[in-house]
């Protein structure tokens, strides 16, 4: 497998909570420096999340607590019957067949991509991190929810990943990684084009739904660095993703109706939440 030795100085933020596609295989982290803070793993509240169906469960479960955007009475639930609709017909369908799906090829499927990251929807009960010693050795599974953390100091260790003996050449390497906002923005980016061009209507009860999950997950970790994660063919949802971090950082009470005018920006949009190339044809 892989072996990198990481390094770190000073002061740092940390990492937020993600996965690294690679099932069946094994994370293995060394420490190497004193008093060591172990990798972050996160405990995660039930059910499992791992398709469309108990995704869509969850959702019904947790709308009630996603005030961020006032919602019409009934709205929540025309989306939620909508997008069981929507994701039943689509769960299984190969993402590199359409022109304005295949942005998100690397999922296969929808269901596929959710069997190894849709634990990232799951809400967190804990996380669990050491004080590690030089010597100390920390195994994880190949897609268990985890995080660097934050530092005060140098911190050293060595990482590689343990592939089993009868994994084939195909077997993932970690390559795709994904944190819940970015999970949730290729869906996003997979499910807008379907409503506009397979579906008459405008579905925005179905859109404003989505991005109050966006901003929900956002509000998680706002200080996740999008300006690195995301590429200058993102631009457009880059720079809303820092300025609803930013409103959600402020936390004033006068900042709820700046969050909503950034929903309904979002919502409205023709180009934001689409792939660049749908983008760029919609443009």
């Known amino acids: 497998g892989n072996l990198?030795?990481?390094?770190?100085?000073?002061?740092?933020?940390?990492?937020?909570?993600?996965?690294?596609?690679?099932?069946?295989?094994?994370?293995?982290?060394?420490?190497?420096?004193?008093?060591?803070?172990?990798?972050?793993?996160?405990?995660?509240?039930?059910?499992?999340?791992?398709?469309?169906?108990?995704?869509?469960?969850?959702?019904?479960?947790?709308?009630?607590?996603?005030?961020?955007?006032?919602?019409?009475?009934?709205?929540?639930?025309?989306?939620?019957?909508?997008?069981?609709?929507?994701?039943?017909?689509?769960?299984?369908?190969?993402?590199?067949?359409?022109?304005?799906?295949?942005?998100?090829?690397?999922?296969?499927?929808?269901?596929?991509?959710?069997?190894?990251?849709?634990?990232?929807?799951?809400?967190?009960?804990?996380?669990?991190?050491?004080?590690?010693?030089?010597?100390?050795?920390?195994?994880?599974?190949?897609?268990?929810?985890?995080s660097g953390p934050p530092t005060t100091k140098a911190r050293m260790f060595a990482f590689a990943i343990g592939i089993p003996e009868d994994a084939s050449e195909e077997e993932n390497d970690g390559e795709v990684q994904y944190s819940p906002v970015l999970l949730h923005l290729d869906l996003c980016t997979i499910l807008f084009p379907i409503m506009d061009l397979e579906y008459t209507g405008e579905h925005r009860d179905t859109k404003l739904f989505l991005v109050t999950l966006l901003v929900s997950l956002v509000k998680e970790y706002p200080t996740e660095p999008f300006d690195r994660l995301l590429g200058d063919d993102r631009e457009e949802v880059r720079n809303w993703l820092i300025k609803v971090a930013g409103v959600l950082q402020a936390n004033e009470e006068k900042n709820h109706n700046e969050l909503n005018c950034l929903v309904e920006e979002a919502v409205a949009s023709d180009t934001m939440l689409y792939s660049p190339d749908v983008a760029k044809r919609k443009a």
Not at 38 to 61: C, K
Not at 105 to 127: E, M, R
């Open 4 to 146: 990198m030795f990481i390094l770190t100085f000073g002061e740092t933020d940390g990492q937020v909570r993600h996965i690294d596609n690679m099932v069946s295989n094994q994370q293995i982290c060394l420490y190497m420096s004193s008093e060591c803070p172990s990798t972050i793993i996160y405990s995660l509240d039930e059910p499992s999340i791992t398709n469309t169906n108990e995704l869509l469960d969850h959702w019904e479960n947790e709308f009630v607590t996603m005030n961020l955007t006032p919602f019409t009475e009934n709205e929540p639930e025309r989306a939620l019957a909508f997008l069981k609709n929507l994701l039943d017909l689509n769960k299984d369908r190969h993402l590199k067949n359409k022109w304005y799906t295949k942005h998100c090829a690397h999922w296969v499927t929808i269901d596929l991509n959710l069997k190894c990251f849709g634990k990232l929807y799951q809400p967190v009960l804990s996380p669990l991190s050491l004080t590690m010693e030089p010597g100390t050795v920390l195994l994880a599974g190949g897609n268990d929810v985890h």
